[in-house]
Nanobody, 128 residues
């Protein structure tokens, strides 16, 4: 099994930056996709960003494109989400996600069903 633990959340002001981390433990992950989703109060969990095993392919929700950067360090079994120019609407619990392996359809990277492991979430609150 794989356990994912997020960290780095907190309370910041609009325009500030945060870097979230997600550390994986347990069984080794290889050639998989990792990503971030978030859930604001009263809303469904939504896609934020994903990254391929090599890091060569990334995807972002339109709402965060240009402000957030996803990365991963496979040697450290960790992925990151650098969040810049934070806005109040970014306030949410951010969840790390990981697939077991790569999946066949690259067009469905934003679908939750592609991800087999989830972290407990880390709270990001952006004040105005």
């Amino acid at each position: 099994q794989v356990q994912l633990v997020e960290g780095g959340g907190g309370l910041v002001q609009a325009g500030d930056s945060l870097r979230l981390s997600c550390s994986a433990s347990g069984r080794t992950l290889s050639r998989n996709v990792m990503g971030w989703f978030r859930q604001a109060p009263g809303k469904e969990r939504e896609f934020v960003a994903t990254i391929s095993w090599s890091g060569g392919s990334t995807n972002y929700a339109n709402s965060v494109k240009g402000r957030f950067t996803i990365s991963r360090d496979n040697a450290k079994n960790t992925e990151y989400l650098q969040m810049n120019s934070l806005k109040p609407e970014d306030t949410a619990v951010y969840y790390c996600a990981a697939s077991r392996t790569t999946f066949s359809s690259s067009s469905t990277y934003y679908k939750e069903y592609n991800y087999d492991y989830w972290g407990q979430g880390t709270q990001v609150t952006v004040s105005s």
